[in-house]
């Protein structure tokens, strides 16, 4: 049923972390945050991706660099 998620289930509690760490973050900047965690394996997420993540985990983000 559907497309297999990217983040397995044991790394989502750390995503979870990362994202509650930083609620100002833009999109860009928690996907790169996220590729540099040790939990990633280095893995760098697609936006889309990461914005199909965060809304299956109901979790809000910023959607623009301030200016």
């Known amino acids: 049923p559907g497309r297999a998620l990217l983040l397995r289930p044991e790394q989502e509690a ?3 972390r990362l994202v ?3 609620t ?3 999109l860009e900047t928690l996907r790169h945050a996220w590729q ?3 939990e990633s394996g280095g893995a760098l997420l697609s936006k889309s991706a990461l914005q199909e993540h ?3 985990l109901k979790v809000t983000y910023k959607k623009k660099r301030a200016r």
């Open 14 to 16: 750390a995503f979870l």
């Open 20 to 22: 509650a760490t930083r």
């Open 24 to 26: 100002d973050w833009t």
């Open 36 to 38: 540099g965690s040790s």
């Open 54 to 56: 965060l809304r299956r």
